[in-house]
């Protein structure tokens, strides 16, 4: 394999990883069952952190609350041979200096 192919290949890689795993500072979440409704997901979410021991309440609107910091709700659906997996990602939401 020539140095060009080992290099794209290493960046495709990569991208998918990050891709699935998501960016630093997120909480990644697979769920039992799948929810189109948003507010029934996030309420899942909720119902699922407290079970692992978080303190979380769904705000609304795509936020939940989890130890004082405010997450915004993300779902990813992939593909499988099966029925879709729906992921739950959990990103921070960064607060405006003032």
Known sequence: MSGGMLIISLV???A??????GPRGTIRLDL???YT???EHGLAV????TKRGKEATYLGKSEI????????LQEQTWPSYGPPVQHTLLKKVKKNKQ
């Open 37 to 39: 409704n948003q507010k």
């Open 16 to 21: 998918v990883y990050w891709v699935v795993k």
């Open 46 to 49: 909720q119902e699922e952190l």
């Open 12 to 14: 495709i890689i990569f």
């Open 65 to 72: 609350e989890i130890d004082g910091e405010t997450y915004f």
């Open 32 to 34: 039992d069952d799948r």
